[in-house]
Structure formats: C-alpha cells, structure tokens
C-alpha cells in the first residue's frame, strides 16, 4: 500500500485546551470496553476532561438492507439489533407492522411475546451485570451470572432453535408453540436464578471496592437525562419511574402486578441496582404469565401474512399459491406509517415503519437506545478518572448492534 | 394512555400546531420548515413534550418537495407521543436544529445528516457518525444503489 490509510474519525478538538494534558484513543477495539467505539479523551493525568464519542464502527446498512426485503424477511436483520435480547427486537418489529396491518393477535401468543419480553430482559440485564462485574475484577460474580444466562441461552434455543439470535417472532403470531416441559425447565432455571442472584447480592452490594468505585460516579440528574434523550434503566436509575410497561401499556402488561425499581441518584452504583431488581421484577412477571398462560392457537387466522399449514401447502391449490405470495411477494401491508415502541432492556425501542402498500417497506427506521445513550455519554464521562470510563461506559450498556445498525 | 386526557391535550394542541391528523394511535402534524421550530418550542414550554425521541427522514424520491424530516417527542408527563412532519425540498434541505432545546438531537441529527443529507441549520457539529470521514453521498437516499461500494481500506487483489 502507497499511500496511508486516511483516519476514518476526526475529532472534534481543535487542539489541546492546555499544555500539559494529553490527548488519548481508548478502542475503538479495547480490551476493557464491550463494544466498538471509539472514545478521545483529553486528560489531565488521570481526570478526564472532555471526551468525544465515536460509534460507526459496527455500521452495516441495517435500514438501506430492509427497504430491499420483504416484511417476513426483516426479522432475522431484526434479531441482530441488540443481540443480547433479540426477542424484544422481533416483537417490536411485528407489533409495528401488525398495526399497520390492523391485526389483533391472538391471547396465547400475547401471552407468550409478554413472558418471553421478560426473559429476555433477564438476559440482558444478566449479561450487562456480568460483564460490569468482571470489568472489575469480580470473576466469581461473572462466572455465577453468566452460568445462569447460558442456561436460558440453552433453554431458549430449544424453544426458538438459536441460542442468541432466535428469530421467532412472525408477524400475527410466532414462529411455534412452547414444546413439552418448557415451561416445567423455565421454573427450575428461575429457582437457580434466585439462589445465584442472591449470592452476587451477597458478594458486592456491600463490598467496600464495588461501592468506592461505583457510588457517585457516573452521576447524572433527571433533567440531564431527559435532556439527552436517556431512557430505560438510565433514566430510572435517576429516581424517576418512567417505565413504557406502566405508561403506555403493551401486550399484557396492563394485566400484571409489578413495580418499577428506581434509583437515588443516578450513579453507576444505582444503576447496578436497578438492573439488579428489574430482573426480579421480570422473574416475578414470567412467573403470574406462566399461570395466566391460556391454550389456543399462536397465530392469527390472517391469509395476509400467516403461513399456511405445511400439509394444507402440498395438499391443496389455494394454500400453495398462498404459501407462495407469502415468500415470493411478502404480506401485503396497507400504506401507511406507524411508530412502535416497546421498553427494551436499555431504553425505549422504536421501529419507524413506512409502508406505501405491498410486500416491501418503502423505510425502517430504528430508534436504537444505545445510539442516544452514546449521544450523551460524554455527560458521565467528563470529569471523571480515566478508570472510571469502564464501569460508566459497562453500565450504559451500549451494544453496538443496535448502536450503529 | 387515557382516552380523555389525550382528547383534551389534542384539543390544546391542535390551535398551537396546526392541523393535525391522528395516525395509529398518534397525533401528526405535518409542518412548513419555518413553523418547527416554533412548534417545538410551544410542545417542550406548554405540553412538557420533554423527551426527544427521534429525528429521521423519509426520501419521497420523484415527488415535491422530496424530503419528509419526521420528528418524534414523547412528553413524560402526558405520557403521549406527536409527530412532526416537515417537507423540504432537495435544492435546500435544511431545517432547523433542536439542540438549543434538546441535547439528544445533537447526535440524532448528525445520523440523519449521514443518511439523507439534511442539513440542521444550527447544529455546530455536523461530523460523519455512522459513516467515516470523506464517505461521498448519503447512503439512505433512495437514488444511492443498494451495491455501491466505498471502500476505506482497498480490497486485497
């Protein structure tokens, strides 16, 4: 190669603010940050001055690719938004598209999306906690959680066939019903879950290292928050129960008993904590779903968009032709635009869709969490220890799926 | 959301916005470029429209004006979501900026800038996000080809 590669970032410091700071690239490929992107700090020994927060490192044309695809064919794309909890991803899209459509799904299947939402919520929080947790040396801790996550990775692809990204949502239902003794494994996991939570509990809440480096940094107030678009566990971490579950109830949520966990002060510590008690809250949510859980059909009656049955497709003519408008043509969705939100693991997550008519989107659009989330990052990280970026940045949780499409 | 408090915000709103129409569950109010940022104002200072969801825009490609910039807020107090639509044409895409109001539009309208090429007249730092530094065209457009490669590092031969 001739010539050098041009710098694919420019930073926004025109110079240094004085002579003897120093001006430092942490990632975008960093041993101690999950995720890529890029942080240029100017620190003054180890104070952090400013910062300047780069993502685009995991761009690959998510919302270019979706206007080329049928709406059925966007959900595997979708899963690998925020691939820690590709569930909720998948049910967002569908529910977007379902209004579009006018489709009421069915009891089981609002059931079923509601559990397993807050399986998936378990998921995440399981994994940001973890790897918080390592980030600081507590191995054991790490090792109890994520042990626990790969039961539910186990236990979900025997439901769903993936381990992370499972592609079972469909639009006016779901991909198949709950196998034999799902839910039976579902209870025994979540009676394992408690007893390890509880040992991490015991571990670091009141360990004198975790609570020196998390008490009081990171802090950010509620209006801040808001006024950098945070939501989800950021925002109510800053004492302020703003949760889309209670607000503007979806699927069952309006039907079950749960609270929402907020925290004092909005610092790394509460947001520990907050994560830390929204998945007993999800544990406790799965649990009334699993008794509430009615028997039916998972899938609507809609020859717009649900599959026929594969016998009736080699049986019979019409089903054949519908099996194949289906794949070939996509469901057919009226024009029109509609925006969903549900509350994902980091925050609100909300599919713009744009429809002009026919089996393709004429747009998707994303309005990721993590994205916002790094839009404001430099308000946690500014004045704080360079040590400090790491748990700040861990409990942001920013997953670059979803953060840069 | 409770069906009487959004009628009576709807009726508040609708003299301070203009005509609006309802949209799956959603107020929308489609916009002159000069009315935005007025608009907003009114949302953010009279209905507590406080949280700024999202700014993206919609290429009509063949149609007057081309571009549709579609802002969504989200008012923690009412709990109720609005939609502005403002319609720009391709010769000058540009509207106004929210940062002075909003410090979340800072990077949102960077991404939008990336994609369609928007410009946010007030938005300082208008620096590539998703995309690197010297990317040529706005990926999003609908005249930019699906195949198109912009190689930073060249390919290996």
């Not at chain 1, 670091?204 to 990171?218: A, E, H, K, M, Y």
């Not at chain 2, 290429?59 to 579609?70: A, H, I, K, N, S």
């Not at chain 2, 007249?121 to 208008?126: E, F, I, T, V, Y």
């Not at chain 2, 590539?128 to 290996?156: A, N, S, T, W």
């Amino acid at each position: 190669m001739d010539t050098p590669l041009a710098n694919p970032v420019r930073s926004i410091f025109e110079g240094k603010l004085r002579d003897d700071t120093v001006i430092v690239n942490i990632g975008p490929s960093h041993p101690a940050t999950h995720g890529t992107v890029q942080i240029i700090a100017e620190l003054d020994g180890e104070r952090v001055l400013r910062t300047d927060v780069h993502c685009g490192y995991l761009h690959r044309g998510f919302e270019k690719e979706c206007e080329d695809h049928t709406w059925h064919n966007l959900i595997p794309y979708v899963d690998r938004l925020n691939y820690v909890s590709a569930l909720i991803n998948d049910f967002a899209y569908c529910d977007g598209v379902e209004q579009l459509m006018g489709v009421q799904i069915t009891p089981r299947c609002r059931y079923l999306r509601t559990l397993l939402s807050e399986y998936s919520r378990l998921v995440d929080h399981l994994t940001c906690v973890a790897a918080g947790l390592m980030e600081m040396g507590a191995m054991t801790a790490f090792l109890y959680l994520v042990m626990i996550r790969d039961y539910m990775y186990e236990h979900l692809a025997a439901l769903t066939g993936a381990r992370v990204t499972h592609t079972y949502g469909r639009i006016g239902g779901l991909a198949r019903d709950l196998p034999a003794g799902w839910l039976t494994r579902l209870e025994e996991i979540l009676t394992q879950y408690e007893d390890f939570i509880a040992r991490v509990h015991a571990l670091v809440d009141r360990n004198r290292i975790f609570i020196d480096r998390l008490r009081d940094v990171g802090v950010i107030s509620t209006a801040d928050a808001l006024h950098w678009g945070y939501t989800g566990p950021i925002l109510r971490s800053t004492g302020v129960p703003r949760d889309l579950r209670k607000d503007t109830p979806y699927l069952a949520y309006a039907e079950l008993d749960f609270d929402v966990p907020v925290g004092i002060k909005g610092d790394n510590y509460d947001r520990y904590f907050v994560r830390m008690r929204e998945m007993d809250e999800s544990v406790y949510m799965m649990r009334q779903l699993m008794d509430m859980l009615p028997e039916g059909p998972i899938n609507v009656d809609d020859r717009r968009c649900t599959f026929p049955d594969k016998t009736l497709v080699y049986s019979e003519i019409e089903s054949l032709i519908n099996h194949f408008k289906l794949v070939m043509d996509g469901p057919s969705v009226p024009a029109g635009e509609a925006y969903c939100a549900h509350e994902a693991p980091n925050g609100e997550l909300g599919f713009y869709l744009v429809s002009t008519g026919g089996g393709t989107p004429y747009k998707v659009h994303v309005r990721a969490p993590s994205f916002v989330h790094m839009g404001g990052a430099h308000r946690m990280l500014d004045g704080g220890q360079l040590a400090d970026i790491v748990p700040t940045f861990g409990s942001i949780n920013m997953i670059g799926g979803e953060c840069d499409r | 959301m409770a069906t009487a408090d959004f009628d009576t915000l709807r009726q508040r709103l609708v003299p301070a916005a203009g005509p609006a129409s309802l949209s799956h569950g959603m107020l929308v109010f489609a916009l002159a470029p000069a009315e935005l940022m007025p608009t907003v104002q009114r949302l953010k200072g009279e209905f507590a429209f406080d949280l700024f969801l999202d700014v993206t825009a919609v290429d009509w490609l063949g149609q007057t004006p081309r571009f549709e910039v579609v802002h969504h807020f989200y008012s923690t107090v009412h709990k109720v979501r609005v939609r502005l639509k403002t319609r720009v044409s391709e010769a000058d895409p540009s509207v106004d900026s929210l940062v002075p109001l909003y410090g979340s539009a800072a990077f949102m309208e960077r991404e939008c800038h990336d994609m369609y090429g928007i410009v946010f007249r007030g938005n300082a730092d208008l620096r590539p996000i998703l995309l690197y530094e010297g990317f040529v065209g706005h990926p999003l457009r609908k005249d930019y080809p699906k195949q198109q490669e912009q190689p930073l590092v060249p390919y290996r031969t």
